[in-house]
């Protein structure tokens, strides 16, 4: 098995490993802050650079506090692996589901808050009613429930029913989103749990609500895109100077 840990930048790898590396240690880290975290459970993970069929994800028994760069293990997403190998068969089964199924896709966080739990129960699923919301408008998949994944023959569902979206709602499981970068995969994340929450908070006041119409919808996925490409990527640099105020070994 094709397991590296405690891996350094100077004798092991190349540059841009390493900072993908530290990119996937900072979510970890921030998950962790925002208290999305389940002591050791659930996962993000990061395809290696230059490696296309290998990712990155923590070791099975740590907090996700305790993630540095170089702790991180590498996985190979063509293998069979549980916890023998150090790390989690639930959350190697999904994430190398989607690392296989989408090569557009560089990192993936996968949460199981009560926020994003209870979005999960909902039939109807994320109604268009808040700014957070439309990020996600034309771009969310649906996954039916299959108990815990761990099994194999699960992967292919999960990435038809991911299709090219930039998110998944997990029925009765859990919320899931992708990006191109550390940064994408962890914002969409952020919006999609502040979105179950304003619909959740909104939906138990009894009230009517106001469903944003699908042009407006389109016009601001549009308005999305720019802001990421732009000005929108300055928060990254600025969650990372946050982090090393907060603890910097994230970087080691």
């Not at 094709?2 to 970890?28: C, F, G, H």
């Not at 293998?79 to 993936?108: K, M, Q, W, Y």
């Amino acid at each position: 098995m094709n397991i590296q840990t405690k891996a350094t930048p100077a004798t092991t790898m190349s540059s841009a490993e390493w900072q993908s590396r530290v990119d996937l240690a900072a979510v970890y880290r921030l998950v962790a802050h925002r208290g999305w975290d389940d002591v050791i459970y659930n996962h993000c993970s990061m395809r290696v650079p230059g490696e296309a069929r290998k990712f990155l994800m923590k070791q099975h028994e740590l907090l996700w506090t305790e993630v540095t760069a170089s702790n991180l293990v590498k996985v190979d997403m063509d293998e069979d692996l549980d916890e023998r190998a150090g790390v989690n068969r639930p959350g190697f089964t999904l994430h190398s589901a989607i690392l296989r199924g989408r090569a557009d896709v560089n990192c993936a966080v996968h949460v199981h808050t009560r926020t994003g739990m209870a979005i999960a129960g909902l039939k109807r699923g994320l109604r268009m009613i808040s700014q957070e919301a439309v990020r996600f408008f034309g771009s969310l998949g649906y996954h039916p429930y299959e108990g815990i994944t761990e099994d194999f023959d699960e992967r292919d569902r999960l990435i038809a029913h991911l299709g090219d979206n930039r998110a998944m709602i997990m029925h009765n499981h859990g919320v899931l989103t992708v990006g191109k970068t550390a940064r994408e995969a962890f914002i969409l994340m952020k919006h999609l749990l502040e979105a179950a929450e304003i619909q959740l908070s909104m939906e138990a006041t009894g009230g009517e609500l106001i469903e944003i119409p699908p042009e407006v919808c389109k016009k601001t996925v549009m308005q999305y895109e720019k802001h990421d490409s732009g000005r929108g990527a300055a928060d990254w640099p600025a969650y990372l100077r946050m982090l090393d105020r907060l603890d910097p070994s994230y970087r080691n």
